[in-house]
T-cell receptor
């Protein structure tokens, strides 16, 4: 069972506000990921991290930024939220085991920017 | 380049009927393949994964999938649908261990009719 947490689960905020979406995992996984998912659509990778002090941009361009100061924590920040940022944001982490790597997902944060 | 195609964005079955959700992939290397399920307002939960061991993979909740290299397919099946199976299902492909990259399909929404 994966233990990965995201807060808040739902967020409604006005345009121009700074927001931070929290993601934490207690499994000691080195790799962590942020995906963006619009309703009824596939997941798009926006950020990932191989470990502490490692952050990379994913396939989908995003105005958000991330940090990885601790293994268990991978927050995502939007400096100035816009309605176009309205979406669901999913955090994941992965472990490398015999038979390959499996990503485990948090419950998601649904963001609405007014 | 990898890609995943899920045929049918919406599938409806009667309770007790066979569930078949289709997934075809392309990959230049032997792939790792995954099926995830997403319930409303939740993150993704791993149903099962193929990692080059047995071609018939059994997962949770009575689901299974068969890897067919000749057809580049990894279809998900369940002999008898239950109302609780109603959800969105995502197929994903990865090029194996050591890579961060999962490519997700666009998802199939399964509806179970009473």
């Amino acid at each position: 069972e994966a233990d990965i947490y995201q807060t808040p689960r739902y967020l409604v905020i006005g345009t121009g506000k700074k927001i931070t979406l929290e993601c934490s995992q207690t499994m000691g996984h080195d790799k962590m990921y942020w995906y963006q998912q619009d309703p009824g659509m596939e997941l798009h990778l926006i950020h990932y991290s191989y470990g502490v002090n490692s952050t990379e941009k994913g396939d989908l361009s995003s105005e958000s930024t991330v940090s990885r100061i601790r293994t268990e924590h991978f927050p995502l920040t939007l400096e100035s939220a816009r309605p176009s940022h309205t979406s669901q944001y999913l955090c994941a982490s992965s472990e490398l085991r015999q038979g390959g790597e499996t990503q485990y997902f948090g419950p998601g944060t649904r963001l609405l920017v007014l | 380049a990898q890609s995943v195609t899920q045929l049918g964005s919406h599938v409806s079955v009667s309770e007790g009927a066979l569930v078949l959700l289709r997934c075809n992939y392309s990959s230049s290397v032997p792939p790792y393949l995954f099926w995830y399920v997403q319930y409303p307002n939740q993150g993704l939960q791993l149903l099962l994964k193929y990692t080059s061991a047995a071609t018939l993979v059994k997962g949770i909740n009575g689901f299974e999938a068969e890897f067919k290299k000749s057809e580049t397919s990894f279809h998900l099946t369940k002999p008898s649908a239950h109302m609780s199976d109603a959800a969105e299902y995502f197929c994903a492909v990865s090029e194996g261990s050591g890579t961060y990259k999962y490519i997700f399909g666009t998802g199939t929404r399964l509806k179970v009719l009473a």
